[in-house]
């Protein structure tokens, strides 16, 4: 009886929590409540709890639904469940499941977009339509590109897109007929033998224009569910365009430079970034001298964090160890390999344990007979040079240029969901939520997959969202410390750290003692020794996570009296 009784205790504390915890919306992972079936009347649960089950909902065909008043980590909930179920009382006892509306976009490409899709055995896509079900994106935040620039007139570009800057400064390389300006637009950077000649590091071959950085912003954030093309993973944050790319590609200055003023740093002049990008993505690459990422990147990279965003970068494009590539290799940094449709990673891709993450990014090489096209489709112009009028189109491409911006939509959604989610803690989200590789994919057996599986919008959007019903305690049901001059060790439960370690806690700003912090699934258990108080009555406590604080005013309860936090009055 002792387990059921504790399965009742619990109960009883999340009874007392008022409506308004849960206001947000309830991400599929967590528990709204149970639907309980008892075995007689519903008393016999009062009878073991002692109280407050007039929270008890009768509902159709005889059963009663039990709401918890905030939500529950579904493994959580099950484990009640069970214990509910194995103490005789009742005929049968679920989880009361959220139903959603299964949103999809009207873009009439969507079709092919197998790498937005659910996961599947024959099909190793994102997820993204059950990330949609929680936010299509926060339009207040910005997602900086750092690329070729954008084509600012293809339709299912419109209304996406901020008006950047580039940085390119070298007027060859930005074949705008000048350096660095204010206008990020996409000249075009094709390649003719002429080119080649003059300048033999372009060589050997001439080429048409790529349309990086407009496929990649389409990627990451393409007019959704307007009825044309494509959909992208976020449908409403902007996407701030930077040129650090042209001719042959582009100098590391000019990407510093640009990295730094995406996070709203100053450059020497260049006006400043009226609208910080919480989230910056590189799909851009060169080999690292001496194996090791360039200093003056690492500081940039590292001034940018420090700033508040999250840099997410291309493995490459090389089957090498991304560790040999920058910035795949710089610190900090979300790494990020391609996978392809059927769940192994793309043959082309780098590897290796510097890869955070992997994303779809297709694979010309394997076809799946029946499935779409094993490339990831976005937004280009039809010119082969110079952008020409009515020339947008769409077009399909492989490279871990393509499976980052996956990772920076996901990463967009996940702080549009809980804009108080670090970097550091997202990067473990998104880990502990990937797809893990197909069990037949050769980097499995080889072990040089990276360090996590594909990711999938949906679990990590769902557990980013739900981080703030992971703390405890909180405004709504005090800890009880005990006497202020000696108080109790208390064990407070906070959202994943990443590095348990790292974490800090306060009590009425004094700091507790961690006695020992343990990693558990979806959050982290610190055990503390709460420090002493001049007198009796409620303390706030802040929880410093990742680097940002988290404060929860009356939370921790001094006194002489002990509190019943459970119990409605
Ligand atoms: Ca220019
Ligand atoms: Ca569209």
Same mark, same amino acid.
């Given at each position: 009886?002792?387990?059921?009784?504790?399965?009742?205790?619990?109960? /009883?504390?999340l009874?007392?929590l008022?409506?308004?915890a849960r206001a947000a919306p309830l991400p599929a992972e967590f528990a709204a409540g149970? /639907?309980?079936?008892?075995?007689?009347?519903?008393?016999?649960?009062?009878?073991?709890?002692?109280?407050?089950?007039?929270?008890?909902?009768?509902?159709?065909?005889?059963?009663?639904?039990?709401?918890f008043d905030s939500p529950l980590p579904l493994e959580e909930a099950r484990?009640?469940?069970?214990?509910?179920?194995?103490?005789?009382?009742?005929?049968?006892?679920?989880i009361?499941r959220r139903?959603t509306?299964?949103?999809?976009?009207?873009?009439?490409? $969507?079709?092919?977009?197998?790498?937005?899709?659910?996961?599947?055995?024959?099909?190793?896509?994102?997820?993204?339509?059950a990330a949609?079900d929680i936010t299509?994106?926060?339009?207040?935040?910005?997602?900086?590109?750092?690329?070729?620039?954008?084509?600012?007139?293809?339709?299912?570009?419109?209304?996406?897109?901020?008006?950047?800057?580039?940085?390119?400064?070298?007027?060859?390389?930005?074949?705008?007929?000048?350096?660095?300006?204010?206008?990020?637009?996409?000249?075009?950077?094709?390649? @003719?033998?002429?080119?080649?000649?003059?300048?033999?590091?372009?060589?050997?071959?001439?080429?048409?224009?790529?349309?990086?950085?407009?496929?990649?912003?389409?990627?990451?954030?393409?007019? @959704?569910?307007?009825?044309?093309?494509?959909?992208?993973?976020?449908?409403?944050?902007?996407?701030?365009?930077?040129?650090?790319?042209?001719?042959?590609?582009?100098?590391? @200055?000019?990407?510093?430079?640009?990295?730094?003023?995406?996070?709203?740093?100053?450059?020497? +002049?260049?006006?400043?970034?009226?609208?910080?990008?919480?989230?910056?993505?590189?799909?851009?690459?060169?080999?690292?001298?001496?194996?090791?990422?360039?200093?003056?990147?690492?500081?940039?990279? &590292?001034?940018?964090?420090?700033?508040?965003?999250? #840099?997410?970068?291309?493995?490459?494009?090389?089957?090498?160890?991304?560790?040999?590539? *920058?910035?795949? &290799?710089? %610190?900090?940094?979300?790494?990020?390999?391609?996978?392809?449709?059927?769940? %192994?990673?793309? @043959?082309?891709?780098?590897?290796?344990?510097?890869? *955070?993450?992997?994303?779809?990014?297709?694979?010309?090489?394997?076809?799946?007979?029946?499935?779409?096209?094993?490339?990831?489709?976005?937004?280009?112009?039809?010119?082969?040079?110079?952008? !020409?009028?009515?020339?947008?189109?769409?077009?399909?491409? !492989?490279?871990?240029?393509?499976?980052?911006?996956?990772?920076?939509?996901i990463?967009?959604l996940m702080f549009s969901a809980n804009p108080a989610l670090g970097?550091?803690l997202a990067?473990r989200i998104l880990?502990d939520t990937? =797809?893990?590789?197909?069990? =037949?994919?050769?980097?499995?057996?080889?072990?040089?997959?990276?360090?996590? +599986?594909?990711?999938h919008a949906g679990r990590a959007v769902a557990r980013a969202a739900g981080l703030a019903a992971l703390l405890f305690?909180n405004? $709504?049901?005090?800890? $009880?410390?005990?006497?202020?001059?000696?108080?109790?060790?208390? =064990?407070?439960l906070t959202a994943p750290s990443?590095?348990?370690?790292? =974490?800090?806690?306060?009590?009425?700003? !004094?700091?507790? /003692?961690?006695?020992?912090?343990?990693?558990l699934p979806g959050r982290d258990?610190?055990?503390?020794?709460?420090?002493?108080?001049?007198?009796?009555?409620?303390?706030?406590?802040?929880?410093?996570l +990742?680097?940002? %604080?988290i404060?929860?005013?009356?939370? /921790?309860?001094?006194?002489?009296? #002990?509190?019943?936090? +459970?119990?409605?009055?």
């Amino acid at each position: 009886m002792a387990h059921l009784r504790d399965a009742v205790l619990i109960l /009883v504390l999340l009874l007392a929590l008022p409506a308004g915890a849960r206001a947000a919306p309830l991400p599929a992972e967590f528990a709204a409540g149970l /639907v309980i079936r008892f075995q007689g009347a519903p008393s016999a649960l009062s009878a073991l709890a002692g109280q407050n089950v007039d929270a008890l909902r009768p509902m159709s065909g005889g059963a009663y639904v039990l709401p918890f008043d905030s939500p529950l980590p579904l493994e959580e909930a099950r484990a009640l469940a069970a214990q509910l179920q194995a103490s005789g009382e009742v005929a049968a006892v679920e989880i009361d499941r959220r139903f959603t509306i299964d949103r999809l976009p009207s873009d009439a490409a $969507y079709g092919q977009m197998w790498n937005l899709a659910a996961s599947s055995a024959v099909n190793y896509g994102i997820d993204a339509p059950a990330a949609w079900d929680i936010t299509t994106g926060d339009p207040n935040l910005v997602i900086a590109v750092i690329d070729t620039g954008v084509l600012k007139l293809h339709p299912d570009l419109a209304g996406r897109l901020l008006d950047g800057y580039d940085f390119v400064s070298d007027p060859f390389i930005a074949n705008d007929g000048g350096g660095r300006d204010s206008d990020a637009s996409d000249p075009g950077d094709w390649v @003719s033998f002429g080119d080649i000649a003059a300048h033999p590091e372009c060589g050997p071959f001439p080429h048409d224009s790529s349309w990086h950085g407009s496929h990649v912003s389409g990627t990451i954030a393409a007019a @959704s569910d307007n009825g044309i093309g494509i959909a992208g993973v976020n449908w409403a944050s902007k996407v701030l365009p930077l040129r650090a790319l042209g001719k042959c590609g582009g100098s590391l @200055s000019d990407v510093i430079d640009a990295l730094r003023w995406a996070a709203g740093l100053s450059v020497p +002049g260049v006006p400043p970034n009226p609208t910080p990008a919480r989230v910056i993505n590189m799909s851009l690459g060169a080999p690292s001298d001496g194996g090791t990422c360039s200093p003056m990147l690492q500081a940039a990279v &590292n001034d940018v964090l420090a700033a508040g965003a999250v #840099v997410v970068v291309s493995a490459g494009n090389s089957r090498q160890d991304a560790a040999l590539y *920058e910035p795949a &290799n710089c %610190n900090g940094v979300i790494t990020v390999g391609a996978s392809e449709m059927g769940g %192994n990673n793309a @043959s082309y891709s780098n590897t290796g344990q510097t890869v *955070e993450i992997s994303a779809p990014g297709g694979d010309a090489a394997r076809f799946y007979p029946g499935q779409p096209a094993n490339l990831i489709l976005s937004t280009v112009s039809s010119s082969r040079t110079a952008p !020409q009028p009515d020339s947008w189109t769409y077009a399909a491409m !492989q490279g871990t240029s393509m499976a980052a911006p996956h990772v920076t939509g996901i990463v967009s959604l996940m702080f549009s969901a809980n804009p108080a989610l670090g970097g550091a803690l997202a990067v473990r989200i998104l880990q502990d939520t990937a =797809t893990p590789f197909a069990p =037949t994919a050769p980097c499995a057996a080889a072990g040089t997959c990276g360090q996590a +599986g594909i990711a999938h919008a949906g679990r990590a959007v769902a557990r980013a969202a739900g981080l703030a019903a992971l703390l405890f305690p909180n405004d $709504y049901a005090p800890a $009880y410390a005990g006497p202020p001059a000696a108080p109790h060790v208390l =064990t407070v439960l906070t959202a994943p750290s990443g590095d348990p370690a790292q =974490t800090r806690v306060t009590i009425g700003g !004094q700091p507790a /003692v961690i006695l020992s912090a343990q990693a558990l699934p979806g959050r982290d258990a610190l055990r503390i020794q709460p420090p002493a108080q001049p007198a009796a009555g409620y303390y706030a406590i802040t929880v410093t996570l +990742g680097g940002r %604080n988290i404060t929860f005013g009356r939370a /921790v309860f001094y006194g002489q009296t #002990v509190y019943l936090p +459970g119990v409605r009055r």
